[in-house]
């Protein structure tokens, strides 16, 4: 079982910067694929970002490219999201995911763990 943990979310004016950190309580973690996707009312859950394994890839949806920075800790069980050049559509709910086999993927669906979510707000 693999439990996650979101937290850093918060208000922040357009431009400015935020990093969300996730727990995760997994013996296994340093062999799963980690990700954060996004969600707002109305709309499908966006991927945003994933890290393989070891770190060694990431791979990060066009909107955020640049911008956002996916990286993961495995002597901590920690993976973070540094967010730069916020912008009010990156306005959301920000989940924190695991996969438990080696492939990424943007479906939702096919990731196996997820965090509660933490609220990232954005003003113009």
């Known amino acids: 079982q693999v439990q996650l943990v979101e937290s850093g979310g918060g208000l922040v004016q357009a431009g400015g910067s935020l990093t969300l950190s996730c727990a995760a309580s997994?013996?296994?973690?340093?062999?799963?694929?980690m990700g954060w996707f996004r969600h707002t009312l109305g709309k499908e859950h966006e991927f945003v970002s994933a890290i393989s394994w070891d770190g060694s890839n990431t791979t990060y949806v066009d909107s955020v490219k640049g911008r956002f920075t996916i990286s993961r800790d495995n002597a901590k069980n920690m993976v973070y999201l540094q967010m730069n050049s916020l912008k009010p559509d990156d306005t959301a709910v920000y989940y924190c995911t695991a996969k438990a086999d080696k492939a990424y993927s943007t479906y939702s669906a096919l990731w196996n763990y997820w965090g509660q979510g933490t609220q990232v707000t954005v003003s113009s």
């Open positions: 997994a013996r296994t973690f340093s062999s799963l694929v």
